[in-house]
């Protein structure tokens, strides 16, 4: 796959099936987390963002480094548990403890079916 995080090597495109929409901002990241070097950040507040939902791999790495960068910059991190995956699955699950240690110490761990039932009870209110 070449070198991981540098524009242009074979790993870092986007896959298809989840290009962005026309408009839609890209954060090209060359670090581990999300924040380090972007302007993620910025973006967000600017447009008054405060929870995040996140997915990715991998859990123990990139995807637990940005909770955690998120966490130190004031904003709510909500993972889900089932759009993650790390290559070996006690990583993943230690990374998703650690997360949700003492009560949400970086953010809180749930699953996908429930974020979209909260959505859908939402939109019948």
Known sequence: MGRILIRGEEGHGIVDEV???DGEPVIDKPGK????KT??????KKKG????L???????ICCSTTVSGANDRGFNAIVLADCMASYDPAR????LDIIK????????????????RGFKNILKS
Do not use: C, M, R
């Open 19 to 21: 290009a962005p929409l």
């Open 33 to 36: 987390s999300a924040f380090y």
């Open 39 to 44: 302007n993620l950040e910025e973006l967000l």
């Open 49 to 52: 963002i405060v929870n995040l």
């Open 54 to 60: 996140f997915t990715g791999v991998t859990t123990d």
């Open 92 to 95: 993943h699950k230690s990374a």
């Open 101 to 116: 240690a003492q009560g949400g110490i970086f953010g809180w761990v749930t699953d996908s079916q429930k974020v979209l």
